[in-house]
Structures are given as structure tokens and as C-alpha cells.
């Protein structure tokens, strides 16, 4: 049993904390797309949308789980009656009918944080096998063309995970691989996962850098608290997830590959960071400043240039246009790809909103599904 990679047990949550944090719990949601809506619906909106009622869409950062990932990383019970609830451990009609009412041609399936991060050694390795093979064995092959996949990788066993990443590539389709934070406290900058990152830039996929927990330590000095009416609600819980430190968490993995030289190493390594880039749009110019000073003579390129070069960013949850707009001013439009974070955001407020977003039609085609199809080397 994996304790969410937390050393104090947690108390009982209610259904009441798992019903009112149900999105937050799992995905890390601004601003709702219904309430975005509201507060947005105008004339010229109503007519991007019509006109676009057309548009394909892949959704590049869609969860999955599994009896045997349930009982490996929920809190209790009551955690897995929530994300049973939701659908996540549906790989079926549901998933299909939901796709399907949203205008979702492709989901790109992942397996829910942590995955298989916590298991180390030959039980890593099997697991993360059961899990790929069994995408390829049932929605994969129930659904033609409506899955794709990243691959789960057993990390505490970096040459395992190699090997396994290019099976899954070479003999099951798969498109890439998705992490899920540290790995046993450490970030894919480290030298030991190098073997990992070769592989995929040999293979040409790229690898999905999704949030994950924070160590023992962190959450200790960063989201503890002394006070344990606070933690009724998980409150300590959510904080270091998706309310906030998710996102602050996958940017530093970010900034460490770029300023510890990862990409100076593996130029062509492809990496792609989800909820409309984990704070960076608004932070870009700081980091770009102030981190371009220190490695201008440790770096091959500027430090914003890698951002440019290496990465693509997804509108996972994030739904609002003002979020994406920011991204665009600093982000190619040919690096930004849909997502919508499914079961945890749903897809019709995702794709309902992004046919309502007002850019061209031919950015919006790169967004919602040509530049997926580019990346990947798919066809919807």
C-alpha cells in the first residue's frame, strides 16, 4: 500500500471533502468552463463557436486507472469510491459515450499519478508491463483509432524502463511516456534516468512530464500543518496537489532539465508539460531573465530558447482564454496542444470552450488536433 507518499497517516475523508474537492482532487482546475461561459457568452463567441462546430480534437493528457493502481495509491475507501464514481477506471462505454457527446475523436490514455513511481525493483517492472499490455488488449483493440497511449514506466529501474518504453513504441504503437514527478526524490535531470531520456530521443516520442506528490520533507515544511482541524477537508492534501504544488512541481523539473544541461545532452529529447504550462506563461520572463544570467557560460543556448526548442504545452483543465492567450504570447501555436484532463475536467466544457476561443481557424486546427497529429505521427 502506498501511502500518497506521505509519512503521517491521514484521517477518514468524507464524501462530503470528496464531492466538493472532485475536481481538485484529481486535476487542478482554474476557473470552470460553465462559469467561464457565463461570464464570456457574447455575439462574436456564439459565432467562433458555430463556426467551428467542426473541429477534431485529441486530447493529449486523458487518466486511466486499474484495480491493482487503486489499491496502490488511493488514500481509503472512500478515495476509491471517488474515482470510481467519476469514471476514471472506466475504459469503455462510458469513456466512449462521454468522447463521443464532447466531440473527442482520440484520447491518449495515461495511467493516474503516481502510477507505478512508488514500486520499485521486479514488481515495478511486471506492473508497468500489466499495464501497457492491457491498453493494448482491451480499449485499444475493443475502440480502433479511438486510443492512443503513453507508456507506464517502472523509473526506479531506468534501464527496465528504457527497454520497456521501446517495446511499447516499437511493438504496441505507443506515442511516448508519462512521469509523474520525483522518482524516489529525484527529477529526470538526474544522471541515473539518462538511459530513459536516450531512448526517447532515439525513438523520436516524447515523454509527458505529469505532477506528482511531493517528498516527506516537502510536504513537511511546505503544506504540514499543526492544526489538525484544518486537515478535515484534506486541506494539506489538496495544497500540495493540485491546489498549488502540483504546479509549481512540474515547472521545477522544468528548469532543472534545462539549467543542468539535459538538453545540451539530448538536444532532440521532446518534452511536454500539461495545464497550460504550470505557471510558466507567467513567470516566463523572470525565469528567462534571471536563469539566463547564471548559465549563459554553462548552457549551449539562451535559457528561454529550450522552452522554444524541446517542449510542447497542453490546456489540460485549464479552460479559460486569458490563460491561453498568455501562453501564446511567449509559446509557438505550434507547440500548444488540447487536453482536457478526463475523468477529473470533462470534455464537453473543454471542447465546448476551446470551440468558443477566438483565434483563427487555422491555429485553432494546430491546437486541437494538427499539431498532435504532427507530433505523434498519428491521423485522426
Known amino acids: 500500500m502506498n501511502p500518497i507518499e506521505r509519512g503521517p497517516a491521514q484521517?477518514?475523508?468524507?464524501?462530503?471533502?470528496?464531492?466538493?474537492?472532485?475536481?481538485?482532487?484529481?486535476?487542478?482546475?482554474?476557473?470552470?468552463?460553465?462559469?467561464?461561459?457565463?461570464?464570456?457568452?457574447?455575439?462574436?463567441?456564439?459565432d467562433i463557436s458555430l463556426r467551428d462546430?467542426?473541429?477534431?480534437?485529441?486530447?493529449?493528457?486523458?487518466?486511466?486507472?486499474?484495480?491493482?493502481?487503486?489499491?496502490?495509491?488511493?488514500?481509503?475507501?472512500?478515495?476509491?469510491?471517488?474515482?470510481?464514481?467519476?469514471?476514471l477506471a472506466d475504459l469503455g462505454e462510458r469513456r466512449i459515450g462521454d468522447m463521443d457527446e464532447g466531440g473527442l475523436n482520440v484520447q491518449i490514455l495515461s495511467a493516474?499519478?503516481?502510477?507505478?513511481?512508488?514500486?520499485?525493483?521486479?514488481?515495478?517492472?511486471?506492473?508497468?508491463?500489466?499495464?501497457?499490455?492491457?491498453?493494448?488488449?482491451?480499449?485499444?483493440?475493443?475502440?480502433?483509432?479511438?486510443?492512443q497511449a503513453f507508456a507506464t514506466l517502472p523509473l526506479q529501474s531506468p534501464e527496465a524502463a528504457a527497454d520497456e518504453l521501446e517495446r511499447s513504441v516499437r511493438d504496441d504503437g505507443f506515442l511516448g511516456a508519462l512521469t509523474n514527478g520525483h522518482i524516489a526524490k529525484k527529477y529526470l535531470d538526474h544522471p541515473e534516468f539518462e538511459p530513459v531520456l536516450a531512448r526517447a530521443e532515439a525513438l523520436d516520442v516524447p515523454i509527458y512530464l505529469h505532477p506528482g506528490y511531493p517528498t516527506d520533507e516537502v510536504f513537511q515544511t511546505y503544506y504540514s500543518t499543526t492544526r489538525s482541524e484544518y486537515t478535515k477537508e484534506y486541506q494539506d492534501?489538496?495544497?500540495?496537489?493540485?491546489?498549488?504544488?502540483?504546479?509549481?512541481?512540474?515547472?521545477?523539473?522544468?528548469?532543472?532539465?534545462?539549467a543542468y544541461g539535459v538538453f545540451d545532452r539530448f538536444p532532440k529529447?521532446?518534452?511536454?508539460?500539461?495545464?497550460?504550462?504550470?505557471?510558466?506563461?507567467?513567470?516566463?520572463?523572470?525565469?528567462?531573465?534571471?536563469?539566463?544570467?547564471?548559465?549563459?557560460?554553462?548552457?549551449?543556448?539562451?535559457?528561454?530558447?529550450?522552452?522554444?526548442?524541446?517542449?510542447?504545452?497542453?490546456?489540460?483543465?485549464?479552460?479559460?482564454?486569458?490563460?491561453?492567450?498568455?501562453?501564446?504570447?511567449?509559446?509557438?501555436?505550434?507547440?500548444?496542444?488540447?487536453?482536457?484532463?478526463?475523468?477529473?475536467?470533462?470534455?464537453?466544457?473543454?471542447?465546448d470552450w476551446f470551440r468558443a476561443v477566438d483565434l483563427p481557424r487555422e491555429d485553432k486546427e494546430k491546437i486541437a488536433f494538427r499539431n498532435a497529429e504532427k507530433l505523434f505521427g498519428i491521423t485522426v
Open 11 to 46: 484521517p477518514s475523508m468524507g464524501r462530503r471533502g470528496f464531492l466538493a474537492g472532485a475536481v481538485a482532487l484529481g486535476a487542478g482546475v482554474g476557473l470552470s468552463a460553465t462559469a467561464l461561459a457565463s461570464c464570456t457568452a457574447a455575439p462574436r463567441g456564439q
Open 53 to 87: 462546430q467542426d473541429l477534431k480534437f485529441i486530447g493529449a493528457e486523458e487518466t486511466f486507472t486499474t484495480p491493482e493502481l487503486l489499491t496502490l495509491n488511493s488514500i481509503n475507501e472512500d478515495h476509491i469510491a471517488f474515482l470510481e464514481e467519476i469514471g
Open 112 to 147: 493516474h499519478t503516481p502510477s507505478v513511481q512508488n514500486v520499485p525493483g521486479q514488481e515495478g517492472i511486471d506492473l508497468a508491463h500489466l499495464l501497457n499490455r492491457r491498453l493494448v488488449d482491451g480499449p485499444m483493440a475493443s475502440y480502433p483509432g479511438r486510443f
Open 237 to 258: 492534501y489538496i495544497f500540495s496537489g493540485s491546489g498549488y504544488g502540483w504546479h509549481q512541481e512540474v515547472l521545477t523539473q522544468c528548469i532543472r532539465m534545462i
Open 269 to 351: 529529447l521532446k518534452i511536454i508539460v500539461g495545464h497550460m504550462g504550470e505557471g510558466l506563461p507567467f513567470y516566463y520572463e523572470r525565469i528567462a531573465q534571471d536563469m539566463g544570467e547564471p548559465t549563459e557560460d554553462s548552457l549551449e543556448k539562451p535559457f528561454e530558447q529550450y522552452f522554444q526548442d524541446n517542449f510542447w504545452f497542453t490546456t489540460s483543465a485549464f479552460f479559460q482564454d486569458d490563460l491561453l492567450h498568455l501562453l501564446l504570447k511567449y509559446i509557438s501555436v505550434d507547440r500548444v496542444l488540447f487536453a482536457t484532463d478526463y475523468p477529473f475536467a470533462g470534455i464537453k466544457e473543454g471542447t
